[in-house]
């Protein structure tokens, strides 16, 4: 990534932009995410954790990270990655350095999303990868009192989801200082829906038209068209934009400063979703079946300036 900075330089370029860094979920999509606010943790670089001594290069010569350059295999990765990154976390976790402070300045700048974030990966892990909305009934609702106690029979997953989100975001802002330094400027990309199986629908259902039992009783897509005579049905849980108008659009607009922290221009997927988006019935197995509905239009917009 430092090479391709250098590489932008020569080449004349001032924007570098990129595909939401976001966690990816169903599909090893980061349009499908866990959070609209966590790093994917794929991208840490361990060449920089064998460097600050929390791995050694033998944990990573062993390993087999996919046999094709040019194509990803997210199972594999995933697979191979994860017992480095928890020896890595348990290493950083023994030391007494002053990057403990570091980390726990990280944790209380962020806590409103990141300690959320780190019980809905526990619950999820300890549930093995089942959706939220599988879960049994007493964590399907986010009780932070009652998920903090449940959180300290399983620390080490808390711990891990903590430390590497720290890791994620400093790596990450070292580069983005590295490209800013050099005049290159970094447009980042954020969809405008997130995920049925996200921390967000399980923490805040409220921001959502869902039923009384947390389920979408709308789903987002669009329209049949000459593509496809189903149109697309994507899935997502759609917003309560009358709910969000309500408390000035605050979900929004922390999710945008959030955002400019991570980039210097934020591009939003689907951005055309928020003068007017197609509305499909939770039950259809089709986005044939759905209506246009207003979206929030320049007021959102307003209100962020």
Known sequence: AYEFVDFLVDAGQKYWQILPLTTISFGDSPYQSFSAFAGNTHFI?????IKENYLEESDVLEKNFGEELNKVDYDRVSYERRPLLEKAVSTFMAKEHHKKRAFEQFVLENENWLIPYAHYMMVKEINNFEPWY??????????????????????????YHLITQYWFFTQWLELKNYANHHHIQIIGDIPIYVARDSVEMWTQPELF????????????????????????????PIYDWSYMKQTDY??????????????????????RGFESYWEI?????????????????????????
């Open 45 to 49: 670089d361990l060449d920089i954790l």
């Open 209 to 236: 038209l869902v039923d009384e039992r947390k389920n979408p009783t709308v789903v987002s897509g669009v329209p049949p068209d000459d593509f496809s005579d189903d149109g697309q049905h994507w899935g997502n």
């Open 250 to 271: 605050k979900w929004w607009i922390t999710r945008m400063e959030e955002s400019f922290k991570l980039y210097d221009v934020v591009r939003i997927d689907h951005f």
């Open 281 to 305: 019935p939770s039950h259809s197995k089709t986005a044939a079946i759905g209506q246009w509905k207003k979206g929030p239009g320049i007021d959102l917009f307003n209100e962020m300036k």
């Open 134 to 159: 599988q879960w049994p009934t007493e964590l399907r609702n986010y009780n932070k009192d009652y998920i903090t106690n449940y959180g300290r029979q399983h620390e080490k997953q808390m711990y």
